[in-house]
């Protein structure tokens, strides 16, 4: 029975790392979790052109940069590090993470720990000789 309980343990770590790493997929493979932000998304509305760093044209911030900023999108993002301690602590390393060492304890508790019931949990009788 231990095996099959093993065995079940391992399929369900991997199946966590596999859901959370398509989820990572599907949502652009950021680096950091992101989500929408309301404030963000009305300033870009406000703004001329609707981004914010067209707001900084006329800084000369893009002048040694080679070209203009790259704009994140304003969705969320699952990352592959989390990006603060509130909401933002969901990511790739803290969902997938429980899930991969589940799959490695179970994995080598398969490999290592082939051990019978009988070995390791019989009584062992052990023989008294008397003298006289």
């Known amino acids: 029975m231990k095996p099959f309980v093993r065995l079940f343990a391992l399929i369900l770590g991997v199946a966590i790392v596999l859901q959370t790493l398509a989820l990572w997929d599907a949502t652009g493979r950021a680096a950091w979790t992101r989500f929408h932000d ?44 989390p990006s603060g301690p509130d909401r933002h602590a969901v990511s790739v390393l803290t969902l997938a993470g429980p899930g991969a060492l589940i799959a490695l304890w179970s994995f080598g508790g398969l490999l290592f720990c082939r051990r019978s019931a009988k070995s390791c949990c019989a009584p062992k009788h052990h023989q008294v000789s008397v003298e006289r």
């Open 38 to 81: 309301a404030e963000r998304a009305a300033a870009e509305a406000a703004a001329q052109g609707g981004s914010l760093a067209d707001l900084f044209e006329g800084t000369g911030v893009h002048d040694d940069a080679g070209g203009a900023l790259e704009a994140l999108p304003n969705a969320f993002a699952l990352g592959l590090l």
